[in-house]
């Protein structure tokens, strides 16, 4: 049985309620800005490199650096920590979390009182595009990560470079190996050894500024404008290769709930954002000073003595980077599989305490294979920057349209103003995006294949749970005449409790049918519960459980959770009893499900292709009672041929 299609739970969004001390804010550098703050490894690097045809000069390193730190602060510092943040869903963050909220600005009235459903289908096409995207970033960052780390080898010794792809593969599998176990006894240590990276890069970055204090020309946004004007033809590939700086600042936002804004905010613009451009800035002051610095400018600024211990750091942190990625596809398969874009998938809690903390194993296996794959495809960090960036420049650019449409249509902000704002975050987006169209050639077609197979399978999926719940209305017997029909001919009643899970609590469950007549028996008490996945990240207790007594001992129940929560039905059944007053036992209630499998006939407006694609999704699907958390000594489950 699927989970019945999300709905909306109308609820301002709130603000996150974490404390903004410092060790949450250590805490955040260790999960959030992994990704972002790995970047200095190789984002400069590729800015100089010779194929872009830009001739090595003081005044295009300078350029190159002006690029970089005016990015930095309108992508990351203005966009997101500013800006994007402030999109607060009930204190999660993220791209679908931003999409509910976009969905629900978009469905509702305007001051007419008109609704606008085209509105709505192209917010959710926006977001799910983005979570597609998504995807292809997290097959790319763990590989480009740890290989740049472990590249450091080869400054060391020319000799180890036959080392580098063996051992970047088995830091790879020892990181994919070790997910089952959850991050939440890792993660203690990620913040103190991110703090250290973050000291490390900004100490080696100042102390060659200090030697060199002319690159601090680059603070000029003029530089930035000279170097575009002067090199229009080069431009666009220059553009590709700076992007590489920004990639991780849309982490700052789908961690969010993790700490809340503010821990966040402070982390970045007191620890982050001041190392990374004095490690920019320092890298740019070495290629001045000793141009052959430029084939690794990053492992350079590094005296003999201190490089393996730093080669070692590196490895940690881009480790940490990857970690953060794959623990964020994870939570969003969840989040998918929760709002009915996916089918189900085994979801394994690593965590007591914090819900989004879980393990996919599904999604972990592909994603190993992807990367080691891509690690020995590529083989360098190099050839892999010229698949990166693509599919988080078109995340990017959801993510303004999106939060553009949430301050206009739920804060109501000044329409003038939210458009204007748009608009110079959209062309900033854009110019990356056409920038990052020129490595499509050379490997960024692969993650817009991965984000296309995305696509199909939520759309097809959502789809296709929609159409066989449709044929499905059209056979279901009203729940109330059927308990009216019981005075007439009551049946055997069996002790004890069963649970019938149904796509609408109003109507007989197939599950209940096939039961009473193959067994001729009806339990004492009977819950027909219908699950509704909220477009919230947590229901409130109160708004949890809608119960209806139907006579009989028999009860229609309505059971709302969010896309951060388990669907624990054990659990919400306990929450019933405890509110109802009714006499439940755990050992005495049995679960029953039914399982749609579709027939020969075509679905309507399904092609043959893609009903073919869901009927294998459906036959592939996870259980129901892992989904479900049923227990396996209690549970039935009955065939329904479509």
């Known amino acids: 049985m699927a989970s019945a299609p999300a709905v909306p739970v109308p609820q301002g969004a709130s603000a996150s309620a974490h404390p903004a001390g410092p060790a949450l804010m250590v805490a955040a550098l260790g999960v959030v800005f992994g990704d972002i703050g790995t970047s200095p490894l190789y984002a400069f690097k590729e800015t100089l490199n010779s194929e ?14 002006s690029l970089i730190f005016w990015g930095l602060m309108v992508v990351v510092t203005l966009k997101y920590v500013v800006f994007v943040l402030r999109a607060d869903h009930d204190g999660e963050g993220g791209i679908l979390a931003l999409q509910a909220l976009a969905r629900h600005a978009a469905g509702s009235p305007d001051r007419r009182g008109r609704t606008h459903p085209a509105m709505v289908t192209a917010t959710i096409g926006l977001g799910l595009l983005g979570a597609a995207m998504f995807y292809g970033d997290s097959l790319i960052t763990p ?3 740890v290989l740049s780390a472990v590249e450091g080898l080869e400054v060391q010794a020319p000799a180890l470079q036959r080392w580098v792809i063996p051992l970047t593969l088995v830091i790879l599998v020892l990181l994919f190996m070790v997910q089952r176990r959850g991050t939440g006894a890792v993660g203690k240590v990620f913040g103190p050894v991110m703090l250290l990276w973050f000291g490390t ?21 003029r530089h930035a404008v000279r170097f575009l004007v002067e090199h229009r033809a080069q431009s666009l590939a220059v553009l590709g290769a700076v992007f590489l700086a920004f990639t991780g600042g849309e982490a700052l936002y789908a961690d969010m709930g993790h700490f809340g804004a503010r821990p966040i905010r402070l982390a970045w613009l007191l620890i ?20 052959q610095a430029v084939d690794n400018p990053f492992f350079r600024l590094f005296p003999s003595w201190a490089l393996l211990p730093v080669v070692g750091l590196a490895a940690m942190a881009t480790v940490i980077a990857s970690q953060a990625v794959i623990s964020g596809a994870f939570s969003l398969t969840a989040q998918a599989m929760r709002l009915g874009y996916l089918p189900r998938m085994r979801v394994v809690q690593t965590s007591g305490e914090s819900i989004g903390q879980v393990y996919v194993p599904v999604i972990n296996w592909l994603l190993m294979v992807g990367v080691l794959l891509l690690v020995l495809g590529f083989r360098s960090s190099s050839a892999l920057s010229a698949a990166y960036g693509i599919a988080v420049s078109i995340t990017m650019v959801t993510t303004t349209l999106l939060a553009g449409l949430v301050a206009w249509r739920l804060w109501h902000w000044n329409r003038v103003a939210v458009l204007l704002g748009v608009i110079v975050f959209v062309g900033v987006d854009l110019a990356f995006v056409v920038a990052n169209t020129l490595k499509v050639a050379d490997g960024g077609w692969l993650t817009l294949a991965v984000a296309v197979v995305a696509m199909v399978l939520f759309s097809t999926w959502a789809k296709g749970v929609r159409l066989t719940r449709a044929e499905l209305v059209a056979e279901l017997i009203p729940l109330p005449d059927f308990v009216d029909s019981l005075v007439l001919e009551m049946p055997f009643r069996a002790r004890g409790t069963a649970v019938f899970l149904t796509a609408d609590a109003l109507s007989v469950p197939h599950a209940l049918l096939h039961n009473l007549h193959h067994n001729q028996v009806l339990h004492e008490q009977v819950f027909v519960m219908q699950m509704l996945a909220c477009e ?9 459980i809608e119960a209806q007594n139907l006579g009989h001992g028999i009860w229609a129940v309505k059971v709302r959770y969010g896309f951060m929560e388990p669907p624990n039905v054990p659990e919400f059944v306990r929450m019933l009893a405890y509110q109802k007053g009714l006499a439940v036992e755990s ?15 075509r679905l309507p407006a399904f092609s043959g292709m893609r009903q073919a694609l869901f009927s294998w999704l459906q036959r592939n699907a996870g259980r129901a009672s892992d989904y479900f958390h ?13």
């Open 52 to 65: 872009h045809g830009v001739a090595f000069t003081t005044g295009a390193v300078l350029g190159l650096l």
């Open 143 to 145: 590989a480009i990560s």
């Open 201 to 221: 890069l900004g100490v080696s970055g100042a102390m060659q500024v200090i030697e060199q204090p002319a690159v601090l020309e680059a603070l000029d946004p």
């Open 272 to 291: 982050a954002l001041p190392a990374l451009v004095l490690n920019y800035f320092g890298q740019g002051a070495l290629v001045l000073a000793d141009p």
């Open 536 to 544: 919230t990240p947590r229901v409130p207790a109160r708004e949890r």
């Open 587 to 601: 050992m005495a209630t049995s679960y029953f499900i039914s399982r749609a499998s579709l027939g020969r006939r």
């Open 630 to 642: 049923l227990p396996e000594n209690r549970l039935v489950e009955m065939g329904q041929r479509l």
